[in-house]
């Protein structure tokens, strides 16, 4: 990967938002993860306007009280579901990837990771978009997480730029705009808003990643693969 890419170096990262220290003790770590999670499935099933404090806090077995200890209302609850579920998309649970594999298989492996990673996060993402169009800083912040991919995608592009692999000719930045927006709007059409039916046919996931695939491979014009 290549961070010394001075457009992609480029793009600007936004300041943590809605984002306070985590606690000093394992204790108050154990409780702030079990309300992050409690409002993760409060969220979920009554949605972002009408989730109440009350049912996360009861969920994660504390007081309503002792929420406050953690977070200062429900927008910072949010952002911090939203962060957990952040971490875990950008870092699928891969193994380091080494320069000699083969980089059709690694992409494969990555597309695979991401889809799967972004289906159990279906739910989340929908919620995200909503708020997004009502709330500015969340909008700021799913605009954040687009650009981390972005600039993750642009990196690898120019790696395998450099490796002989892809078209050298292509801008690695604006490719990964392109590219990653195709998958990311793609799997928020098929596992968010559940349009991923053809003739009454639900799409099969392993067709997915290898279409995703194939597009990604065709579009940077992979020189070793057919």
């Known amino acids: 990967m290549f ?57 994660a077995g504390c ?47 990555s597309n695979r990771a991401y889809l799967a990673a972004y289906q159990r996060n279906a739910k989340l993402m929908g919620l995200m978009e909503q708020v997004a169009h009502i709330d500015s800083e969340f909008r700021r912040i799913r605009n954040e ?13 120019a790696d395998l730029q450099k490796r002989g692999i892809a078209d050298a000719s292509l801008d690695p930045l604006t490719s990964s705009i392109a590219l990653s927006g195709m998958v990311s709007r793609f799997a928020y059409s098929v596992f968010t808003l ?13 067709d997915v990643v290898v279409t995703v695939t194939k597009l990604w491979a065709n579009a940077l014009r992979f020189s070793d693969h057919g």
Do not use: C, W
């Open 3 to 59: 961070d010394d890419d001075s457009r992609i170096s480029a793009l600007p990262l936004a300041p943590p938002a809605l984002h306070r220290d985590p606690p000093s003790t394992q204790r108050g770590a154990r409780t702030r993860a079990a309300l992050i999670a409690s409002a993760r499935e409060v969220f979920e099933t009554a949605g972002y306007l009408d989730a109440r404090l009350i049912d996360i806090a009861k969920g």
């Open 63 to 109: 007081a309503t009280g002792s929420f406050y200890t953690y977070f200062a209302n429900k927008e910072e609850v949010f952002a911090a579901v939203l962060d957990v579920a952040r971490e875990e998309m950008m870092h699928p649970g891969m193994g380091r990837v080494a320069g000699t594999d083969d980089p059709y298989a690694v992409l494969e492996a």
């Open 145 to 157: 997480r687009a650009d981390a991919f972005i600039r993750r995608n642009a990196r690898g592009i």
């Open 194 to 206: 559940g349009e991923g039916l053809v003739g009454g046919r639900s799409l099969d996931f392993e």
